[in-house]
């Protein structure tokens, strides 16, 4: 979590210094080198969902970002700084007792 918060400064700080895009993007990489593009999209959601950030122009900015990101493919280096999350298959999630409907 310290290092999303850290992200997170350096996202904001960039958008409030007026850099956009690619800019912004390499900018947060620079203050934060081993911030992955899942970590800064993660860092990105939790400014979009922050109150106390409030300025459209921001907002907007970071919300490009996130989007642009959460669409690139997953790079070796994403996949081992985070564990792998596996899904429940149906028939796994099927076969667990279920409280019933009232």
């Given at each position: ?26 900018f947060v990489r620079r ?48 996949e081992h700084d985070e ?20």
């Amino acid at each position: 979590m310290k290092e999303r918060k850290r992200v997170y400064e350096a996202l904001v700080d960039g958008a409030m210094e007026g850099l956009v895009g690619d800019a912004l993007y390499d900018f947060v990489r620079r203050r934060c080198p081993k911030a992955s593009s899942k970590k800064i999209v993660r860092a990105s959601l939790l400014a979009l969902s922050d109150p106390h950030l409030k300025d459209r122009n921001i907002l907007d900015v970071i919300y490009a970002l996130a989007i642009k990101h959460r669409l690139d493919d997953t790079t070796a280096e994403d996949e081992h700084d985070e564990e792998a999350v596996v899904p429940e298959t149906f028939s796994e999630a099927a076969r667990k007792p279920h409280p019933p409907l009232s």
